[in-house]
């Protein structure tokens, strides 16, 4: 009998899609192409000075050329305590607070921490590729609430009841979204955490766009919002998005004393600590003040609203308003089963992958967030680039028939 070489649970998980179609994009570049990427979710601005150079002074330190715990420097525990409370006036301790190596490893001990074979998780889609992937790796099961551009991809009270079943043990929540900018009112906010308190379940909320909210939006901790939550909510955080810091690799999870515990001995066993001159710059940043956070919030929210009017002119396509992160979602239904250049889509990922090849245009299908039909752009790219690429588009589009 021959055995397969890859376990079922590693073959079952799939390649992430937002980095596949960047990887895409940058060998294409590589090749001589002009491609302009609208793919991944990462600042263009480079991380600020005064944190490279915390690092620098790091690497110098020989404390830091050892092991150092597995949950995290203390001193890094402390800040995001202290950073907690001063953003979103979550008051928490240092127990309750476990370092890791980016939000994507938090998102896969927290889902790998509370759940066991058969538990229910309800996503609300569009939702963000890595979270179905660390819910069936862990064996929950993932149930979707699914939201359209007439709600403004924001999920109702009636929605969530729909999906909940005596299976069910979590709630994924997240505002601002990715891939949607979505971002829930106070008064929401506050309902869906009622609702999950009322039915006993667990909240896992990621806050990693907290500080990227626009126009007359803000963002409110479902934490916060209700404190009856505090037993049964995860908080999931990082560095990457605020401080443009995604290489640095720092996430963070806050729980409950004993949920953070026991990810602690998994992490213990899996990576042990996060590189030490990584969490040096990223005391530095939750410690510093948020200027370079506002110079960057600025920057997006022009972009943001060139996006949105440049994407709204083109016949056929709808793109609602983000109001937080850095992405717009525009649906892009309208305009499959059409003919472009001797072929005819009749899916979005079929549709972005012409895109790629005729506009030299990288966009990420709605395929890769559980709701086809759409296309998610990240306005987290020059100014220039991004006239340049939607205006690709619509030249492209404009050829439909």
Same mark, same amino acid.
């Given at each position: 009998?021959?055995?397969?070489?890859?376990? &079922?649970?590693?073959?079952?998980?799939?390649?992430?899609?937002?980095?596949? $179609?960047?990887?895409?994009?940058?060998?294409?570049?590589?090749?001589?192409? =002009?491609?302009?990427?609208? +793919?991944?979710?990462?600042?263009?601005?480079? *991380?600020?000075?005064?944190?490279?150079?915390?690092?620098? /002074?790091?690497?110098?330190?020989?404390?830091? #050329?050892?092991?150092? %715990?597995?949950?995290?420097?203390?001193?890094?525990?402390?800040?995001?305590?202290?950073?907690?409370?001063?953003?979103?006036?979550?008051?928490?301790?240092?127990?309750?607070?476990?370092?890791?190596?980016?939000?994507?490893?938090?998102?896969?001990?927290?889902?790998?921490?509370?759940?066991?074979?058969?538990?229910?998780?309800?996503?609300?889609?569009?939702?963000?590729?890595?979270? =179905?992937?660390?819910?069936?790796?862990?064996?929950?099961?993932?149930?979707?609430?699914? *939201? @359209?551009?007439?709600?403004?991809?924001?999920?109702?009270?009636?929605?969530?009841?729909?999906?909940?079943?005596?299976?069910?043990?979590?709630?994924?929540?997240?505002? %601002? !979204?990715? =891939?949607?900018?979505?971002?829930?009112?106070?008064?929401? $906010?506050?309902?869906?955490?009622?609702?999950?308190?009322?039915?006993?379940?667990?909240?896992?909320?990621?806050?990693?766009?907290? #500080?990227?909210?626009?126009?007359?939006?803000?963002?409110?901790?479902?934490?916060?919002?209700? =404190?009856?939550?505090?037993?049964? $909510?995860?908080?999931?955080?990082?560095?990457?998005?605020?401080?443009?810091?995604?290489?640095?690799?720092?996430?963070?999870?806050? +729980?409950?004393? @004993?949920?953070?515990?026991?990810?602690?001995?998994?992490?213990? #066993?899996?990576?042990?600590?996060?590189?030490?001159?990584?969490?040096?710059?990223?005391? *530095?940043?939750?410690?510093?003040?948020?200027?370079?956070?506002?110079?960057?919030? /600025?920057?997006?929210?022009?972009?943001?609203?060139?996006?949105?009017?440049?994407?709204?002119?083109?016949?056929?396509?709808?793109?609602?308003?983000?109001?937080?992160?850095?992405?717009?979602?525009? !649906?892009?239904?309208?305009?499959?089963?059409?003919?472009?250049? +001797?072929?005819?889509?009749?899916?979005?990922?079929?549709?972005?992958?012409?895109?790629?090849?005729?506009?030299?245009?990288?966009?990420? %299908?709605?395929?890769?967030? +559980? *709701?086809?039909?759409?296309?998610?752009?990240?306005? &987290?790219?020059?100014?220039?680039?991004?006239?340049?690429?939607? !205006?690709?588009?619509?030249?492209?589009?404009?050829?439909?028939?």
């Amino acid at each position: 009998m021959t055995r397969p070489r890859i376990s &079922a649970r590693i073959a079952a998980i799939s390649e992430s899609a937002t980095l596949a $179609v960047d990887s895409k994009a940058k060998a294409m570049k590589a090749a001589g192409r =002009p491609v302009i990427g609208f +793919g991944a979710g990462e600042p263009d601005f480079p *991380t600020p000075d005064y944190i490279v150079e915390a690092a620098v /002074e790091a690497a110098r330190n020989p404390r830091f #050329h050892k092991y150092t %715990p597995a949950g995290g420097l203390p001193e890094l525990k402390q800040a995001i305590v202290d950073k907690t409370l001063r953003d979103s006036g979550y008051r928490t301790e240092t127990s309750q607070v476990l370092i890791t190596n980016g939000g994507k490893q938090a998102v896969y001990e927290a889902f790998a921490t509370l759940l066991d074979p058969g538990d229910e998780v309800i996503v609300i889609a569009p939702y963000w590729t890595t979270y =179905p992937e660390a819910i069936k790796l862990a064996g929950g099961v993932q149930v979707d609430v699914v *939201t @359209d551009e007439t709600t403004g991809y924001l999920a109702s009270l009636d929605q969530l009841e729909a999906a909940r079943t005596e299976r069910t043990k979590a709630l994924l929540f997240v505002s %601002p !979204s990715n =891939p949607t900018g979505a971002v829930y009112g106070r008064a929401e $906010v506050e309902a869906i955490g009622h609702w999950a308190a009322e039915h006993g379940l667990w909240v896992v909320t990621d806050e990693i766009y907290e #500080h990227l909210v626009y126009g007359g939006a803000e963002f409110t901790s479902i934490a916060t919002a209700t =404190p009856e939550l505090a037993d049964r $909510v995860i908080i999931l955080n990082g560095v990457a998005k605020t401080y443009a810091m995604t290489g640095w690799r720092v996430g963070w999870m806050i +729980g409950p004393k @004993d949920v953070v515990k026991a990810a602690t001995n998994l992490q213990s #066993h899996a990576t042990s600590n996060v590189a030490n001159v990584s969490q040096a710059a990223a005391l *530095t940043a939750l410690t510093g003040d948020l200027s370079a956070v506002a110079t960057m919030r /600025e920057a997006f929210d022009r972009r943001r609203q060139t996006m949105v009017r440049m994407l709204n002119e083109i016949p056929g396509v709808v793109c609602p308003e983000p109001l937080g992160a850095f992405y717009a979602y525009p !649906s892009v239904k309208q305009l499959l089963g059409k003919e472009l250049r +001797g072929h005819r889509p009749a899916t979005t990922a079929e549709l972005a992958e012409l895109v790629l090849e005729e506009a030299e245009v990288a966009v990420v %299908p709605g395929e890769a967030f +559980g *709701t086809p039909g759409y296309f998610r752009l990240s306005y &987290a790219l020059g100014d220039d680039d991004l006239v340049e690429g939607v !205006s690709r588009i619509g030249k492209l589009f404009s050829e439909l028939r």
